[in-house]
């Protein structure tokens, strides 16, 4: 059990690396928001699991279940309104044409 | 203060208590045991104890919450958008097709992962950005929801904008266009709700003024 | 050997956090910061577990993540409706 969490843990601080550094690299808010709720919801839940394998089943693991199930669900909507709410603002995605014409 | 929010719980029961359409599992009775079971449930499980005097509070505190929370999230007729089947047995159908979905939705979501791992990480980074609308075929609100919520977590594309029956996806890749094209989703979606769809046609956008709604 | 690796996540954790701070300070527009905000509170509900673990408390820290969760999700909710609302805010 302790092994195969470490495991998760493991694999799930990889995806939050990538979640940083694609918050870094990706040319524009859009394309980083798919980083953020892709790669940071699917992290936070396997260092979770992780975590939850660790304890074993108690109220603990209960609640961290819990809480992971919130944020699988919060995460991508809190994306989707950011982005709504950007859209409605007037601020358009960055495509293959506007690298273009910039150089 | 406690004179105005008397009056509102007094508003909500009378509104919701007598909603003479509702028929089969509509009934707001069956809405508030549901709401009741879940929040008393998530009492229990974040208190931890089961003692009748736990039980009994967790019941009463979760009653005086949905009182008030009833009259601002009042699920009415929402605009666009069908009621779905009054049965108990679509109701049961649904929850057991959605249990199936969510193992499949998980590999999609892993299949996410690996896709995004691989953007970010290539030095090149073969994006390429676009922004498409589409109607969704998609006749209730709960189906909606399920197909953007989604559509945000499989690979490539998230949902931008839903509002009524119009999507606005944004894709990462053209491979990814690809995949809302065909509607793999949509059609999986439909299934676990049991509506009937034709897959539609996507417009790209480009300009903001092709956004206004 | 346990708590090694409790010690490495929060600090992998920490590190990554620190990171993203970058593209807060950064940003371009305000979306970008409520973004990275929002990554650094997800990670944040993480840490706030393992630190649990640490300090062998983890019934009382996982409540704490719990609502450390709720109010990161309202806040960028509240964010984003807000700026919907008054465009001018954010530019």
């Known amino acids: ?103 | 203060m406690l004179h105005a929010q008397l009056e509102t719980v007094r508003i909500a029961l009378r509104m919701r208590w007598h909603d003479s359409n509702a028929r089969g599992w509509h009934r707001p009775v069956f809405r508030w045991l549901a709401y009741i079971v879940l929040l008393a449930g998530l009492w229990v499980a974040l208190s931890g104890r089961l003692d009748g005097l736990f039980l009994a509070m967790g019941i009463i505190s979760a009653t005086a919450v949905l009182s008030v929370t009833e009259a601002i999230f009042r699920p009415g007729d929402p605009v666009g958008f069908e009621r779905p089947p009054a049965r108990f047995s679509w109701l049961a159908g649904t929850v057991f097709r959605l249990v199936i979905y969510f193992p499949l939705l998980l590999r999609d979501i892993a299949v996410a992962n690996v896709h995004v791992v691989h953007l970010v990480l290539n030095p090149r980074m073969p994006i390429s950005p676009s922004l498409v609308e589409f109607e969704s075929p998609l006749r209730t609100e709960a189906s909606n929801a399920v197909l953007a919520n989604s559509i945000t977590l499989t690979p490539g594309t998230v949902t931008v904008d839903m509002s009524a029956n119009r999507f606005i996806v944004h894709c990462i890749s053209e491979t990814m266009r690809q995949e809302i094209q065909e509607g793999v989703l949509l059609k999986r979606v439909a299934h676990v709700f049991g509506e009937k769809v034709e897959v539609p046609k996507l417009r790209n956008l480009t300009s903001a003024e092709e956004v206004k709604w | 050997m346990v708590s090694a690796v409790f010690v490495a996540t929060a600090s992998a954790i920490i590190v990554l956090s620190a990171l993203s701070m970058w593209r807060l300070a950064v940003g371009r527009t305000i979306y970008d910061r409520l973004l990275a905000a929002g990554v650094v509170g997800t990670k944040n509900v993480g840490l706030l577990v393992v630190l649990g673990f640490m300090f062998k408390r983890p019934d009382m820290f996982v409540d704490l993540a719990l609502t450390y969760a709720l109010l990161n999700f309202i806040g960028t909710v509240a964010a984003a409706k807000y700026l919907a609302r008054h465009p001018e805010g954010g530019l």
């Open chain 1, 1 to 103: 059990m302790a092994i195969a969490g470490t495991v998760l843990i493991g694999v799930g601080l990889f995806l939050m690396a990538v979640t940083v550094i694609g918050l870094i690299r990706l040319p524009d808010f859009y394309t980083r928001t798919h980083a953020v709720s892709k790669t940071d919801t699917l992290g936070i839940g396997l260092v979770l699991v992780g975590l939850a394998l660790h304890e074993g089943v108690t109220l603990v693991s209960l609640k961290i279940v819990l809480g992971l199930l919130f944020i699988f669900i919060a995460n991508p909507v809190a994306a989707h309104l950011l982005t709504r709410s950007a859209l409605q603002v007037g601020i358009m995605p960055w495509t293959r044409r506007d690298s273009a014409r910039e150089q």
